[in-house]
């Protein structure tokens, strides 16, 4: 073979070369892109779950006394407590002093006038002693209802903390799950984009070394038809 046809052919070998290590390089760095997509995909979704189980942590308490409040609350209404028909008078214990000072009181009047063991005096001391007792039942019963209705207020509002901080879980788990999802997605076409590129950088190189095939080829026989090769 000649100076020249060795050069053509010299040629057309350093152009494939030439193509297959560009190609290379192309499939080397769509791999590394891939994989570093691959790797921040999942970091994220590393993170994501260290933020929801943060999340978790912080709201435990809130959750733990709201659902307490619940059994307590479930309870009183199961047992009746918050319940006022099943109210049992009890009377306060200066009940029966003031209703002894106010009879006292009474017969110190009556006594005073002539009356204290007249038929007058007996219906004013029974009067007395029923409107004394009524009052103080009234009186019993709203300290009672008061004090059922803010156990019962103080039980909803804890429970309802726990709701908020389950909701507010809820809420993050939902988020978590987008952005798994989402980070997950992403991954899959990281490796299918990187899959493809490898794939068009191998196709490249298969084409670049082709095209130097046959331009070598048709330099040579363009060197032949023009009568030179010796």
Do not use: C, H
Request: aromatic share 6%; net charge positive.
């Amino acid at each position: 073979m000649s100076g020249v046809a060795t050069a053509i052919a010299g040629s057309a070998i350093v152009g494939g070369v030439v193509a297959s290590k560009s190609a290379s390089k192309q499939a080397k760095a769509a791999g590394q892109a891939s994989d570093a997509q691959v790797q921040a995909n999942r970091e994220n979704i590393e993170f994501q779950k260290e933020i929801f189980e943060q999340q978790r942590e912080d709201n435990a308490p809130w959750r733990e006394i709201g659902a307490e409040s619940l059994k307590e609350l479930r309870a009183g209404i199961d047992s009746g407590e918050f319940d006022m028909s099943n109210f049992r008078f009890k009377a306060d214990p200066g009940y029966q002093f003031r209703r002894q000072e106010g009879i006292n009181a009474l017969d110190a009047s009556a006594a005073a006038r002539g009356r204290l063991q007249s038929g007058a005096q007996a219906r004013a001391v029974t009067r007395y002693g029923s409107e004394l007792a009524s009052q103080e039942y009234g009186n019993a019963f709203n300290r009672e209802r008061t004090i059922r209705g803010d156990r019962f207020n103080r039980l909803a509002t804890l429970s309802n903390v726990g709701q908020v901080a389950n909701s507010a879980d809820q809420q993050a788990r939902s988020n978590m799950a987008s952005n798994v999802s989402a980070s997950t997605t992403a991954t899959g076409n990281a490796l299918a984009q990187g899959a493809i590129n490898k794939g068009n950088a191998r196709a490249s190189a298969y084409q670049g070394i082709g095209q130097s095939i046959n331009q070598g080829a048709q330099n040579f026989l363009l060197y032949n038809a023009l009568g030179t090769g010796g």
